[in-house]
Structures are given as C-alpha cells and as structure tokens.
C-alpha cells in the first residue's frame, strides 16, 4: 500500500512533456513541465508553502492568524489549501479581470475574496495590492506575505523547480523559457540552471506586450497574472538573458491551439510562454533542449480565453466569410481623441469640426486599450451638462464624460454591433483589446447604403 499524509507533500516533481504536434517543422526538442498538475492546479503552490512556513519560522503567522495577499488567483489557490491544512483564515484581493472561475474557486476553499479595479495604478487607494495592505494592517493577528517582496517565492523555486528540471533533463537542458508575473519563478529557478550549467542554460522570459519587463510601460493587457506595472523586489534583473514580448492576440491562439492539438487545458500565461518557446525553437537546432513551464490550468478560464463570445466581443476571432462586420462598418476614421482635462469648450469645437457625434476620453495615446478608455462625450451629453450648469464652457470633460459604451469585436456581425448600441446608440469597436473607434448608427447605416462614413456629414440629429 501507498499513500501520502498530506496534500502539501504533492507538492512538485511535476512532469515532463515533449510537445510533438504545435512543434511541427521544429528540430530542437521542446519539453513543457506541466504545473498545473500541482495539487492547486498552478506553479503557485510552490512558493504558497515556503511563504507560510517562512512566516510561521519568523513568529509573524502565529496559530488561528490571518493570511491577506494580494492574488490573480494561483497563489492564493496553494495559500488556502495549505491554509486549510493549518488552520489560518484567508482574506485575498483580486483585480476585477480575474475569471469567475478563479475567485469562486478561492471561495470554495473558504477564503474570502475582496474586488478591486484593474486599471488603476498599483499605488491607488483602490488597487488590489493597496487595500491588501490595508486590510492587513486593520484585521487583527493578520499577516500579508506579499509574493511580490517574499524572498520565499523565488528560493521556493531555485530549491525545487531548477534542480528538478536539470535532474528530469539530465543536464541536456539549453533554454529555460517561462512566463515572468512576480519574476519569483524566472529568478530562483533561472539563477539555479544558469549556476548548476556553468551559465550555459539560457533563461528566457515571456512577458504581455505592454508590461515593464520587455520594455513596455504597464499599459493594460488582457492576460491574467502575468506582466507588472513595475519591477518587484521579487525579479532579479540579472538572471534573465532575454525577456520577449508577446501579444494577446499571440498568447491566446497559442493557448487555444495546445487544448486543441497537444490536449494541453492550460491558462493564458502558458500559452504565452509557449509561443515565445516556439519562437527560441525556429533558431534552435536538433541539439538543443528548450525546457517551457506552463504555470497552471485552463479551467480558471472557461469564460474567457475558451469562450469564443468573450473573444468575439474583444476583436480576437477573424470575421466569417462574406458576412458585414462591426470594423467594416467603422472604416477607417482617423484617431481623434480628448484628453480628461480638455474642456468642454474644446470638446464642443472638436465634436463641430470633425462633424462627429461621439468622441472618446482618454489620456493614454494611441493604440489605445479598453482599460485606458475613461468615457465618452457627445453633442448630446454636453450639451444637457451646460443646459443645466452640470458644467461650464472651462469644466475638463473628465468631469462629465459618460462611462464608456458596451464594446464589439471587429470581426463581429452588424446584428451584435447593433445590439450593442441598442441603449446608448454608440459602441466601441475593439481589434485584440485595442479601440479602432466609436461606432454609431450613422456608421452603420452608411455602411449599408454603400457611403463612406467617414466622408459623409452625420445626419442633422446627431450634430
């Protein structure tokens, strides 16, 4: 007979799996160690256990306390389990673009989960990484671990992910290739190949296209868990040789492509990390070894990346054939925008001379991401804010924007294009998460007419 005592003993010696058929046309061997065969289902047990018995060594987590952190989901999934093994409380705040799925799994192992806004910077009031020290300073005998900071996530992984992957390859090892959120993985587990090799292993990071660690500057992307908006105490610059940056758009057809042609369910992150394996591998050669973590399951995701209406609404699914979609109707409209601070004065004059109705509020430039869409203003609007003194010809229209519109997919049809304008007669139209522009029932019916919208004055109505 054969048994273990405890779940957390589970923990780790995840498999090797050399991935065959999205490597087709490939020579280098690529191998995926699969951490979402993991009790919790990620890469993120690992450093939940070494961060809990750190702080249970260090007299900070005392019996009965409290564990507040700020997650994506993973950790705080292998914080709880080993929590519930223990006896400790967990209190976890997550971005609002964290699946469902995620927090009510959270949930389901008796944690509490607390809701805050994505796209505010990591130091607002409101960000999850803020209220959890907040909420960490107000709960008593509670302790925030912060995976961000720990030394524990990065030694979790160079005391167990790097030797297990050298042992598995036996030393063949050439690339190490893994997603970087926290850097906890890529630091510890990269440092450890690169000493044990002689520095001869090549540790190679995949970041979303926006993050800071590829030389972006924190725009917001629509990955889950992965990426910063600035570099953690938790990455260590000086182990990695090359971070590459990946697309949404990329990541996700990775993602969807392993379900479908290797059987692989994994998250986002994993799909990201594969496509910039697969990218190391077209210059590799038959005798290199590229070893890529996927860091945890697809089921976190079935809302989303797995939802072809989710990734319709975001423009992340090609149009079908010969059917008139939301960006035909759209066109190809010059990029103007106001800034919050312009003033509402300046609005009425650019709505005028651009002969547009709608126009949309946002400080980021172009392309411009949905998250960085603060609202819009139209004719309309502004004219009911100066009808009833809400504002005045010098009152920034960041003060009076309306919130921004239900979104469409570029390639979706004009039946959803117009269902999402059935209440506030405008949509957005998004291409992999971007704005291509403000999408109105002119646009529409120029486009059905056969006019180009972008040319034709608006009817009187909408001026």
């Known amino acids: 007979m054969s048994w273990y005592e405890s779940l957390t003993d589970l923990i780790g010696d995840t498999p090797l799996l050399?991935?065959?058929?999205?490597?087709?046309?490939?020579?280098?061997?690529?191998?995926?160690?699969?951490?979402?065969?993991?009790?919790?289902?990620?890469?993120?047990?690992?450093?939940?256990?070494?961060?809990?018995?750190?702080?249970?060594?260090?007299?900070?987590?005392?019996?009965?306390?409290?564990?507040?952190?700020?997650?994506?989901?993973?950790?705080g999934v292998g914080l709880a389990i080993v929590a519930a093994l223990r006896g400790y409380r967990c209190v976890f705040t997550c971005p609002d673009k964290v699946s469902v799925e995620k927090r009510n799994?959270?949930?389901?192992?008796?944690?509490?989960?607390?809701?805050?806004?994505?796209?505010?910077?990591?130091d607002h009031p409101d960000s999850y990484r803020t209220v959890s020290t907040r909420l960490a300073r107000e709960i008593p005998g509670a302790v925030k671990l912060d995976q961000y900071a720990t030394p524990a996530?990065?030694?979790?992984?160079?005391?167990?992910?790097?030797?297990?992957?050298?042992?598995?390859?036996?030393?063949?090892?050439?690339?190490?290739?893994?997603?970087?959120?926290?850097?906890?993985?890529?630091s510890g587990a990269g440092r450890y190949l690169k000493e044990v090799s002689g520095g001869r292993v090549r540790i190679i990071g995949a970041d979303p296209d926006g993050s800071v660690y590829s030389g972006g500057t924190g725009r917001p992307y629509l990955l889950e868990g992965v990426g910063q908006p600035g570099i953690p105490a938790s990455f260590d610059p000086a182990v990695p040789d090359e971070i590459l940056a990946v697309h949404d758009r990329d990541s996700i057809e990775t993602t969807r492509r392993l379900a479908r042609e290797e059987g692989l369910l994994?998250?986002?992150?994993?799909?990201?990390?594969?496509?910039?394996?697969?990218?190391?591998?077209?210059?590799?050669?038959?005798?290199?070894?590229?070893?890529?973590?996927?860091?945890?399951?697809?089921?976190?995701?079935?809302?989303k990346i797995f939802d072809d209406e989710w990734l319709?609404?975001?423009?992340?699914?090609?149009?079908?054939?010969?059917?008139?979609t939301a960006a035909g109707a759209l066109g190809?409209?010059?990029?103007?925008?106001?800034?919050?601070?312009?003033?509402?004065?300046?609005?009425?004059?650019?709505?005028?001379?651009?002969?547009?109705?709608?126009?949309?509020?946002?400080?980021?430039?172009?392309?411009?991401?949905?998250?960085?869409?603060?609202?819009?203003?139209?004719?309309?609007?502004?004219?009911?804010?100066?009808?009833?003194?809400?504002?005045?010809?010098?009152?920034?229209?960041?003060?009076?924007?309306?919130?921004?519109p239900p979104t469409v997919g570029a390639g979706q049809p004009l039946d959803a294009a117009t269902a999402a304008m059935?209440?506030?007669?405008?949509?957005?139209?998004?291409?992999?998460?971007?704005?291509?522009?403000?999408?109105?029932g002119h646009h529409v019916n120029a486009h059905l007419a056969g006019v180009d919208a972008a040319r034709a004055h608006p009817p009187e109505e909408e001026t």
């Open 18 to 75: 050399r991935l065959s058929r999205i490597t087709e046309g490939i020579s280098a061997t690529v191998l995926a160690k699969l951490e979402h065969l993991n009790p919790g289902g990620s890469v993120k047990d690992r450093i939940a256990l070494r961060m809990i018995e750190a702080a249970e060594r260090d007299g900070r987590l005392l019996p009965g306390g409290t564990i507040v952190e700020p997650t994506s989901g993973n950790t």
């Open 105 to 122: 799994v959270l949930r389901a192992h008796g944690a509490e989960v607390v809701v805050c806004p994505a796209a505010v910077p990591p």
């Open 153 to 186: 996530n990065r030694e979790s992984h160079y005391h167990s992910t790097g030797p297990e992957i050298w042992a598995q390859t036996e030393g063949r090892i050439t690339h190490f290739v893994t997603s970087v959120g926290t850097g906890g993985t890529i």
């Open 266 to 303: 994994v998250g986002g992150s994993s799909g990201m990390a594969v496509a910039a394996a697969l990218s190391v591998a077209k210059n590799a050669g038959p005798a290199d070894l590229i070893v890529v973590l996927l860091p945890d399951s697809g089921r976190g995701y079935l809302s």
């Open 312 to 324: 319709g609404r975001f423009g992340l699914t090609p149009p079908e054939a010969g059917r008139a």
């Open 332 to 404: 190809d409209p010059a990029w103007i925008a106001l800034t919050p601070t312009d003033t509402v004065a300046r609005a009425v004059a650019l709505l005028a001379e651009t002969g547009r109705a709608h126009l949309p509020v946002t400080a980021a430039p172009p392309p411009v991401r949905l998250a960085e869409l603060q609202g819009v203003v139209s004719t309309a609007s502004l004219a009911a804010a100066l009808a009833t003194g809400r504002a005045g010809p010098g009152t920034p229209v960041g003060e009076v924007a309306d919130p921004p």
């Open 422 to 440: 059935a209440d506030g007669g405008v949509a957005v139209v998004l291409d992999a998460g971007e704005v291509l522009g403000l999408l109105t």
